[in-house]
């Protein structure tokens, strides 16, 4: 079956405009986590997802991100005013149930936004 | 804070080397450990990942790691680098916090002929 995807794969912006990131899980997915990659650094976690419920949203650096996953599959990060600091790879991640480590995620190729 | 450190951000071997990639977690309850690799323009690929069963977890692509609590490490191991293993690895840890993961800075492994 098909994995996660994402899109676009390639963004560019213009510092203050606002862009929306999209997440297609695994299908039956239950749990969708979002990351943020800067360059030559770790994933780092932004907010999670168990279906429709946004659970945790602590990593979200501040009040110009915004996550949804309004019927509990699709989800979309929404960054608004981007600034040159959200210059990063954005991750997708979906896993099949909602326990903590009972369940591998797994990760889409990334949305690679540059905001210039 | 919990973390997790990945000594050294680039390890380079010759093809047939033994590759060692070290990780390193801070805490006193051993979490969830896993190591994955992302190959260029690619999504993060599980390895494999420890979940207490076995303190030598075996993995994909001929990689073990093995979980040593005294030692708060989860080095990832493999006998024989093929020039296919270059990529970036990321050791990461669940369960500290929910289930998020929380990943080490990664370690650029590059193979030479």
């Known amino acids: 079956g098909a994995g996660v995807s994402q899109s676009p794969r390639y963004k560019v912006a213009k510092r203050g405009q606002d862009v929306a990131l999209r997440c297609d899980p695994i299908s039956g997915h239950v749990s969708l986590f979002w990351y943020q990659q800067a360059l030559g650094q770790g994933p780092e976690f932004l907010t999670y997802?168990?279906?429709?419920?946004?659970?945790?949203k602590s990593g979200l650096p501040s009040d110009r991100f915004f996550a949804e996953r309004p019927e509990g599959s699709v989800s979309t990060l929404k960054i608004q005013r981007t600034q040159q600091e959200d210059s990063a790879v954005y991750l997708c991640?979906?896993?099949?149930?909602?326990?903590?480590?009972?369940?591998?995620?797994?990760f889409g190729p990334g949305t690679r936004l540059l905001v210039l | 804070a919990q973390s997790v450190t990945q000594l050294g951000s680039h390890v380079s071997v010759s093809e047939g080397a033994l590759v060692l990639l070290r990780c390193n977690y801070s805490s006193s309850v051993p979490p969830y450990l896993f190591w994955y690799v992302q190959y260029p323009n690619q999504g993060l690929q599980l390895l494999l990942k420890?979940?207490?069963?076995?303190?030598l977890v075996k993995g994909i692509n001929g990689f073990e790691a093995e979980f040593k609590k005294s030692e708060t490490s989860f080095h990832l191991t493999k006998p024989s680098a093929h020039m296919s293993d270059a990529a970036e690895y990321f050791c990461?840890?669940?369960?500290?916090?929910?289930?998020?993961?929380?990943f080490g800075g990664g370690t650029r492994l590059m193979v030479k002929p």
């Open positions: 990461a840890a669940e369960g500290w916090a929910g289930n998020m993961l929380t």
């Open positions: 991640a979906s896993s099949l149930g909602g326990g903590v480590g009972e369940e591998t995620q797994y």
């Open positions: 420890y979940t207490s069963a076995a303190t």
């Open positions: 997802f168990q279906n429709e419920a946004q659970l945790d």
